[in-house]
C-alpha cells in the first residue's frame, strides 16, 4: 500500500489513500443489515465502497421518517432542534421563518474542534460508522443525507476532523460538526493527497453540495460516530497485537534457551480461560513443544515468559464483549430525539452517550499496555548477561575485536522503556472523569471520545515496542545460529518462515547504526498487519 498522507495524530500509520477500485475491492450495503467492525475497517483503509441496501423495510423507514418530521412541523410547530434551540436552549422557539437556518447554525458554532486531525482512514472509519447509525432508519433524515456520506466514501472527500472537543455525550457534537460541515461544503477536507476546502473540491468534480433539513445537522452530529469508529480500527489493531506478541514471546523463549514446557497443553487445561489457553496453544505449537522440545536447565523461566499466555490471555479473553459492545453501537441508532416514522413517535432520551465505548476502550488501552509492559520486561532479559543465558551483551553482534565499541540495541531499549512508561501512564481511565457541561444540561458525560483517542496512543506506543522486540528477538535467534546452539531444524515452518521476512527488511546488527527508520518501517508492517499469524 502507497501512502500518501500522513495523518499529524497517527504518524507512523501507513494509510491507502487511493481511490476505491471497483474491480479489486468489495462493496458494503448500509441499511437493512447488520455491519461489521471488519467492513468498518475496509472501507476506512479503502477496501471495500459502500452502497445503500433495497430492503423495502429500511427505505420505508428512511421515506417515513423524513415525511413525519416534516408533518409534524406542519401540523404542530414543535420538534426539538427543529422549532427549537439545543441542550440546554430547548426552551427557545424558534421562529418559523429562521427554522431553515438553524441546522447552519448548529454545524457552525460547533466549528471549535483543537488539537491534531483524526487521520484519514479514522475518518473515514468515522464517516462509515455514522452512515451506519443514520441508516437505522430512526434519525429522520432524507435518502439525500445518505448518499451524499456514501458519495464522500467512495470518493475519498475525507473530512478535515479535528480530535479535540467532545466529552461524549450529548454525542460527537464537535467533531462531527465537521462531516456535517462537509456534506454542505463549508470544511475541509483530505482529497487525493492533499488538504482542501471541500467547496474546490465539488467544483472540480461537478458535484453539489446538500441542502440540510430541519433535524439534519443535529442527526448527523448528535451521536456516538467518532469514538465508535475509532473502536472499530482500535480493535482489530489490539486482535492483532495479541497474535504478534505471542508470536514475539516465542521468538524470546527460543533466544533465551527456556522452557518450553511452561505451555504445556495438559498444564492450561486446569485453568481453562479460553482465551489464555489460545494463547498458550500458539505459543506452544511455535515451540513444536509436544514433538522436538528443546532441552533447558531451566525448571522456571521468569514471569514475562513463563506467565505471557496469562497476559495475553486477558486481552484475547476479552475481546469477545468488547466486539459486541462495538458492534451493537455501531448499528444503532443513537441520536436525540428518535423519529420513528413508521409508527409516528418522537422519543426524545439519551441515546448519544457513548458509556459502552467508553468502558471498552478504557479497558482496551489497560489490556494494551500490559502487552507493552510485557515486552518491556522480555527486552531487558534479552538485554542483560545477567540473565539473558550467554547472549551478548546488548544483543551486540559486534566481533570480539570491536565489542568494546559497539552497543546493539542499548538505546533502544531505552526507548522501549521511554514507550512503555508513556502507554502505561495513558492507562487511567477516561470514563470517570466526566463534567458537568452546557448549563447542566449535560451534568453526566461519557468520556468516550477521549478514552478512544487515549486507546489509539496507546496502541501506537505498543506498536513501537513490538517493532523494536521484533527486531531484538529475530537478532537473538540469529546470534544463537551463529554460535551454533540452534538450527533451522530446531525451527517451526512459521517461525523459520517469519525470521526469514524480518531480515529481509532488517540487516544484522553488527556494528553501530541508527535504527529510527527500520523501527518505523516495522511499526507500519504491523499497522498494516503484515504477516499473516496462526
Given amino acids: 500500500m502507497n501512502s500518501t498522507i500522513k495523518s499529524s495524530s497517527d504518524s507512523s500509520e501507513s494509510s491507502d489513500m487511493s481511490l476505491w477500485n471497483s474491480e479489486t475491492s468489495s462493496s458494503v450495503a448500509f441499511g437493512g443489515r447488520e455491519v461489521t467492525l471488519e467492513e468498518v475497517v475496509d472501507i476506512a483503509y479503502g477496501r471495500a465502497a459502500v452502497e445503500i441496501s433495497t430492503d423495502e423495510g429500511f427505505l420505508e423507514r428512511i421515506e417515513k421518517g423524513a415525511a413525519f418530521l416534516e408533518k409534524l412541523w406542519k401540523e404542530d410547530g414543535a420538534i426539538y432542534g427543529v422549532t427549537t434551540g439545543y441542550g440546554d436552549s430547548c426552551t427557545v422557539d424558534v421562529p418559523p421563518h429562521l427554522v431553515p437556518e438553524l441546522p447552519y447554525h448548529l454545524l457552525r458554532f460547533h466549528g471549535c474542534g483543537m488539537g491534531k486531525d483524526f487521520s484519514p482512514n479514522l475518518a473515514m472509519a468515522i464517516l462509515a460508522t455514522r452512515l451506519s447509525s443514520l441508516s437505522r432508519g430512526y434519525s429522520g433524515v432524507r435518502m439525500e443525507v445518505l448518499n451524499q456520506l456514501i458519495l464522500l466514501i467512495n470518493r475519498r472527500i475525507i473530512p478535515v476532523i479535528p480530535e479535540e472537543g467532545s466529552v461524549g455525550a450529548s454525542g460527537d457534537l464537535t467533531p462531527l460538526s465537521y462531516v456535517a460541515g462537509t456534506l454542505v461544503a463549508e470544511r475541509d477536507v483530505f482529497f487525493e493527497g492533499e488538504r482542501r476546502a471541500s ?5 472540480s468534480l461537478g458535484l453539489s453540495a446538500i441542502e440540510l433539513k430541519p433535524k439534519e445537522a443535529l442527526a448527523i452530529m448528535n451521536g456516538t460516530a467518532v469514538m465508535t469508529g475509532v473502536a472499530c480500527v482500535a480493535y482489530k489493531r489490539a486482535e492483532y497485537l495479541a497474535k504478534l506478541v505471542a508470536r514475539i514471546t516465542s521468538f524470546a523463549s527460543i533466544a533465551l534457551e527456556g522452557n518450553a514446557y511452561h505451555f504445556d497443553e495438559k498444564l492450561f487445561s486446569v485453568k481453562p480461560h479460553p482465551g489464555q489457553n489460545q494463547i498458550a496453544t500458539w505459543i506452544r505449537e511455535d515451540l513444536c513443544a509436544d514433538e522436538t522440545p528443546r532441552n533447558s536447565s531451566r525448571l522456571q523461566d521468569r514471569y514475562s515468559i513463563r506467565c505471557a499466555p496469562h497476559i495475553i490471555g486477558v486481552l484475547q479473553d ?38 459502552h465505548i467508553a468502558f471498552v476502550m478504557d479497558s482496551m488501552k489497560n489490556c494494551i499496555a500490559n502487552l507493552a509492559d510485557l515486552m518491556d520486561r522480555q527486552m531487558a532479559l534479552l538485554m542483560d548477561v545477567k540473565f539473558n543465558h550467554g547472549l551478548p551483551k546488548n544483543l551486540s553482534g559486534a566481533s570480539a575485536e570491536r565489542s568494546m565499541i559497539n552497543h546493539g540495541f542499548k538505546a533502544v531499549q531505552i526507548a522501549v522503556s521511554a514507550w512503555t512508561a508513556e502507554a502505561l501512564k495513558g492507562t487511567m481511565p477516561a470514563s470517570v472523569f466526566s463534567r458537568s457541561t452546557e448549563c ?26 513490538a517493532a523494536a522486540l521484533l527486531l531484538a528477538v529475530s537478532q537473538g535467534v540469529e546470534i544463537r545460529q551463529r554460535e551454533g546452539r540452534l538450527t533451522d531444524a530446531n525451527l517451526t515452518d512459521a517461525m ?35 504477516w499473516e499469524l496462526y
Avoid at 444 to 459: E, F, N, Q
Fill in 199 to 203: 467547496r474546490d473540491v465539488y467544483d
Fill in 440 to 465: 447542566h444540561n449535560q451534568d453526566k458525560v461519557s468520556m468516550g471520545t477521549i478514552a478512544a483517542r487515549d486507546c489509539m496512543r496507546v496502541l501506537e506506543l505498543t506498536e513501537q515496542v
Fill in 496 to 530: 523459520r518462515d517469519m525470521k526469514q521476512e524480518v531480515f529481509q527488511r532488517f540487516e544484522f546488527l553488527e556494528e553501530d547504526r541508527p535504527l529510527d527508520s527500520t523501527l518505523k518501517e516495522f511499526v507500519g508492517l504491523i499497522q498494516q498487519q503484515e
Fill in 318 to 355: 476479552a475481546l469477545p464483549w468488547m466486539r459486541q459492545n462495538i458492534e451493537t453501537e455501531l448499528n444503532s441508532a443513537n441520536d436525540n430525539p428518535i423519529i420513528d416514522g413508521v409508527g409516528e413517535h418522537v422519543l426524545h432520551g439519551g441515546h448519544f452517550y457513548g458509556g
